[in-house]
């Protein structure tokens, strides 16, 4: 009970002294920060400290006291902010993500693998069946546009990507695909 009492007690004084000297905390703080963002963490943290710790007895000059207290409580403000940021930095280093560097050359050989992709498998396709998956999945364009392109109707162009899928599933499924790549590249 006799604890509650004096804490209670040591928040009576700090509001107390923030009733008086509110003006003098608010115009030290602005005057000694950078980061008015930071302000009002500021007056809390001083509330607090004052809590924690009252004004002793013996203080004469409470304005002095009181803008010094400020200026301490913005340089732990400032450590703790600095602190966080190291940490978070050498966490950010352990934690990047491995970016693999793509040279030219890598773009060229990806193209190349690409275009020889389409080859293969067009030639298990009839010629507007190839077209319309070149249409659609090579060259990234809607239905319409490969339609447009192809000169044919939407209808047709969805039906020839249809067919032309279900073809392709059951080649790669099947042996008869890994079989001619097998013999390319032995034959």
Do not use: W
Request: aromatic residues 12%; charged residues 30%.
């Amino acid at each position: 009970m006799e604890a509650n009492f004096k804490k209670s007690r040591k928040v009576e004084l700090a509001s107390e002294i923030f009733e008086e000297y509110s003006d003098l905390i608010r115009a030290a703080i602005y005057s000694n920060i950078s980061d008015y963002s930071k302000a009002e963490d500021v007056y809390q943290e001083l509330f607090l400290s004052l809590v924690h710790c009252p004004i002793p007895g013996h203080i004469q000059n409470v304005r002095g006291y009181l803008y010094r207290a400020v200026k301490h409580d913005i340089i732990d403000l400032a450590k703790k902010n600095s602190i966080y940021r190291k940490h978070i930095c050498r966490y950010g280093k352990y934690q990047r993500p491995k970016v693999k560097r793509r040279t030219p050359l890598d773009y060229i050989v990806e193209t190349e693998e690409f275009a020889n992709f389409f080859n293969e498998i067009e030639q298990y396709l009839s010629p507007a069946e190839g077209n319309a998956v070149e249409q659609v999945f090579r060259h990234e364009r809607e239905i319409s546009e490969s339609a447009e392109q192809m000169g044919i109707s939407k209808r047709s162009v969805s039906r020839y990507k249809c067919v032309a899928l279900k073809k392709l599933r059951a080649v790669f499924n099947g042996s008869l695909f890994h079989q001619r790549r097998i013999r390319a590249k032995c034959g």
